[in-house]
């Protein structure tokens, strides 16, 4: 009743079953592994002590950000030059914008300085002028995906759309450092934007898009073994009402 298994077709359809199950398995496997590497990114996160406790360390020698890096207290000296908003940044459910200010460092590079959060219709502070050294958050460039990052273009002349060297290279001369920092004490009317955490290290939508993966892929084994029992159910009923004569 089973001879049917070893025709042409069935061992098209065996060789695919063979290989689908193990290869479903493999990527739920994969997928559960990135969701356990984001936990324990998150729980090293967690542990890491705050940066307003850490000793400021120069700015360059923190770069590139990673991971590591990311949230650690930089500090960098040089003068304030140009200004701009970055808008539709709420704050503790308030909308307002964000003050970005860049420094120009003595290493002649300029760097993305958030000097605080500006309610909407507030009056902007204007940079301290001479020399001066900040100290503050490390944070990586943004992106287009980024969380609060509004949609660039369409803005007035002072505004960007996302804190990044690829969004201020258009408006600026100046050689701008692939980072920003925030500061830890904003002046007078201005209120400090907490650092984010770095990417990947915390426990958000996309961490648990891959536990559902994990879900997804070891289904599709299931179903496609089950449905290798039904065609094979299916075939030999149809040779045995064969061979009775129905």
């Keep these: 009743m089973y001879r049917f298994l070893r025709t042409p077709r069935w061992?098209?359809?065996?060789?695919?079953?063979?290989?689908?199950?193990?290869?479903?398995?493999?990527?739920?496997?994969?997928q559960l592994g990135k969701f356990e590497d984001r936990v324990d990114s998150h729980e090293a996160a967690e542990k890491r002590p705050a940066a307003s406790t850490m000793k400021?360390?120069?700015?360059?020698?923190?770069?590139?950000?990673?991971?590591?890096?990311?949230g650690r207290s930089a500090e960098a000296r040089g003068r304030f030059g140009e200004q701009f908003l970055v808008p539709d940044r709420d704050l503790d459910g308030r909308a307002g914008s964000y003050v970005l200010t860049?420094?120009?460092?003595?290493?002649?590079?300029?760097?993305?300085?958030?000097?605080g959060w500006l309610p909407t219709g507030a009056k902007v502070p204007a940079p301290p002028s001479g020399e001066v050294t900040v100290v503050g958050a490390l944070q990586a460039s943004e992106n287009g995906g980024g969380k609060g990052v509004g949609k660039a273009g369409g803005l007035p002349e002072g505004q960007l759309a996302m804190i990044s060297a690829a969004s201020l290279v258009n408006v600026v001369t100046d050689d701008v450092y692939d980072a920003w920092i925030t500061l830890a004490e904003s002046p007078?009317?201005?209120?400090?934007?907490?650092a984010a955490a770095a990417a990947g290290t915390s426990l958000d939508a996309k961490a648990f898009q891959n536990l559902g993966y994990t879900a997804e892929w070891f289904v599709f084994a299931?179903?496609?073994?089950?449905?290798?029992?039904r065609l094979v159910r299916r075939e030999a009923e149809a040779s045995r009402d064969e061979a009775l004569g129905l």
């Design 56 to 70: 400021a360390e120069p700015l360059d020698s923190l770069l590139p950000v990673d991971k590591e890096t990311s």
């Design 11 to 30: 061992w098209g359809i065996n060789v695919f079953v063979l290989l689908a199950i193990p290869f479903c398995v493999f990527m739920g496997t994969w």
């Design 102 to 115: 860049l420094l120009r460092t003595d290493g002649g590079r300029s760097l993305p300085v958030v000097r």
């Design 188 to 194: 007078a009317g201005l209120t400090p934007v907490p």
């Design 222 to 229: 299931g179903f496609v073994l089950f449905m290798w029992f």
